[in-house]
């Protein structure tokens, strides 16, 4: 079981990436994104549940949109108005099963391995 995350870079203020988080090895219930800033702990960004529901932190809210294409195995993290204060290392992660909290990481059963996001001013 591998998740494999890309799609990460340099962007300026203002600008747009969309993350991708391709699923190998078995389908997944629940998807989430999680970053870590520098100097900061690992934080909860947004969860696609089941593709039924979708839940973002605050931060976010209105800026970025999670979906998954259940074809391809696949999560999208779309992000636009980036801020300075999006700069992290963004983490995919999935479920088995859908239960648990959703914004907690522990709960999640795999992790991609990380794509740096760094947006200037």
């Known amino acids: 079981v591998q998740l494999q995350a890309s799609g990460g870079g340099l962007v300026q203020a203002g600008g747009s990436l969309r993350l991708s988080c391709a699923a190998s090895g078995r389908t997944f219930t629940d998807m989430g994104w999680f970053r870590r800033s520098p100097g900061k702990e690992r934080e909860f960004v947004a969860a696609d549940r089941w593709s039924s529901a979708t839940y973002y932190a605050d931060s976010v809210k209105g800026r970025f949109t999670i979906s998954r294409d259940n074809g391809k195995n696949t999560g999208y993290l779309q992000m636009n108005s980036l801020k300075p204060e999006d700069t992290a290392v963004y983490y995919c992660?999935?479920?088995?099963?859908?239960?648990?909290?959703?914004?907690?990481?522990?709960?999640?059963?795999?992790w991609g391995q990380g794509t740096l996001v760094t947006v200037s001013s």
């Open positions: 992660a999935a479920k088995i099963y859908s239960s648990g909290s959703f914004s907690y990481g522990g709960n999640y059963d795999f």
